[in-house]
């Protein structure tokens, strides 16, 4: 007996939402529907490429589908999840989950009541380098991350926090197996009124450090991790897929310097954004477990949210140092 195709629809169809539908479109097991857009002609150019239904309004699709992907600005994520998890909806919602704490730990408070699946775009939990390094037995001490990009005017509705730091606080979250007992952080505007580049410090109550670095004004686009382990380390390009773990051997017999013994791996032209839709639908069919639930949704959106809040604090003393001084009238 075959299994029941997923009725599944897109809400947002811009610059990446059309990509979420592109990969319903060509699975075997999933039934695109229908595309969601308040800009009718993206609708239409859309639904016409995947010769599904437009919508104008997310609300006209309640109850007749059975999984969703939420790719609206990240302020109509709650209004949106909510709509669709209260009707016992799966929501793939992108990254990060919401706008505030409170609104995250809502919506998987209500997935959980509803015992259907939220999962959180963060997507490079599917980054091929990185599902490599989870099966490595871990133990991170210091974990250094460089996630640099030039500048885009279409991400600036929030900060590079939440644009682009939180993923890698979302990945250092899942590394270090211990409560993090404390941030510090700094940041600078550049092109814009928010923060454009941030520098965070995370320590662990295990004694792990994590430094983090964003920039969305930079010349070049990297994005690599470094974590280093009592007897050896790893490296990851996440742009090129590339994962480089080094272990300590034995010493040196001449030198009595241990030797490093280093293995190179490259994976390729892995599609990320399909492997994350196809774990989200295998959730929704209850064959594995939601591989980035609410819960962690909410944590990264939690860290991020305080390493903000830092960096802003800072940004405001610092402007009130550098305002001249009125001098009073001279008598």
């Known amino acids: 007996m075959s299994t029941p195709q997923l009725r599944c629809a897109v809400v947002g169809v811009?610059?990446?939402?059309k990509w979420h539908a592109a990969k319903y479109a060509q699975l075997p097991d999933t039934e695109l529907v229908a595309v969601v857009d308040s800009n009718a002609a993206t609708a239409r150019e859309i639904a016409s490429r995947h010769d599904c239904e437009p919508v104008l309004d997310h609300r006209a699709l309640l109850g007749?589908?059975?999984?969703?992907?939420?790719?609206?600005p990240t302020t109509l994520h709650y209004a949106i999840a909510r709509d669709f998890l209260d009707v016992g909806c799966h929501v793939l919602v992108e990254k990060p989950i919401t706008t505030t704490v409170e609104e995250a730990e809502a919506l998987t408070q209500l997935a959980e009541d509803r015992g259907v699946v939220l999962q959180v775009g963060h997507l490079e939990r599917f980054n091929?380098?990185?599902?490599?390094?989870?099966?490595?037995?871990?133990?991170?001490?210091?974990?250094?991350s460089h996630r640099l990009a030039p500048f885009k005017p279409r991400a600036t509705d929030v900060s590079?926090?939440?644009?682009?730091?939180?993923?890698?606080?979302?990945?250092?979250?899942t590394l270090v197996d211990a409560p993090l007992t404390d941030l510090r952080a700094s940041g600078a505007q550049i092109l814009t009124t928010d923060i454009d580049i941030a520098n965070a410090r995370l320590e662990f109550a295990d004694g792990c450090v994590a430094n983090v670095t964003s920039s969305r004004v930079s010349t070049r686009s990297e994005r690599r991790m470094r974590i280093f382990q009592p007897h050896g380390y790893a490296s990851i390009d996440f742009q090129n897929r590339n994962l480089a773990l080094h272990h300590i051997g034995e010493d040196d017999p001449e030198t009595g310097i241990p030797e490093i013994h280093?293995?190179?791996?490259?994976?390729?032209?892995?599609?990320?954004?399909?492997t994350?839709?196809?774990?989200?639908?295998?959730?929704?069919?209850?064959?594995?477990?939601?591989?980035?639930?609410?819960?962690?949704?909410?944590?990264?959106?939690?860290?991020?949210?305080?390493?903000?809040?830092?960096?802003?604090?800072?940004?405001?003393?610092?402007?009130?140092?550098?305002?001249?001084?009125?001098?009073?009238?001279?008598?």
């Not at 380098?129 to 991170?140: D, I």
């Not at 280093?262 to 399909?274: N, P, Q, R, S, V």
């Not at 591989?291 to 802003?312: C, K, N, P, Q, Y």
Request: charged share 25%; proline share 4%; net charge negative.
């Open 262 to 274: 280093t293995e190179k791996l490259i994976f390729g032209d892995a599609d990320a954004l399909l």
């Open 64 to 72: 007749r589908v059975d999984a969703v992907s939420i790719a609206a």
């Open 128 to 144: 091929p380098a990185l599902r490599r390094l989870v099966e490595e037995p871990l133990e991170p001490r210091f974990i250094e």
């Open 14 to 17: 811009g610059h990446l939402g």
């Open 160 to 173: 590079v926090v939440l644009d682009l730091m939180i993923h890698d606080i979302d990945i250092i979250l």
């Open 276 to 331: 994350q839709i196809q774990a989200f639908v295998a959730a929704a069919r209850g064959e594995q477990p939601v591989i980035v639930d609410g819960r962690a949704g909410r944590r990264a959106l939690e860290t991020a949210s305080t390493i903000t809040d830092l960096v802003r604090a800072n940004l405001n003393v610092m402007t009130r140092a550098a305002r001249p001084q009125h001098r009073g009238a001279e008598t």
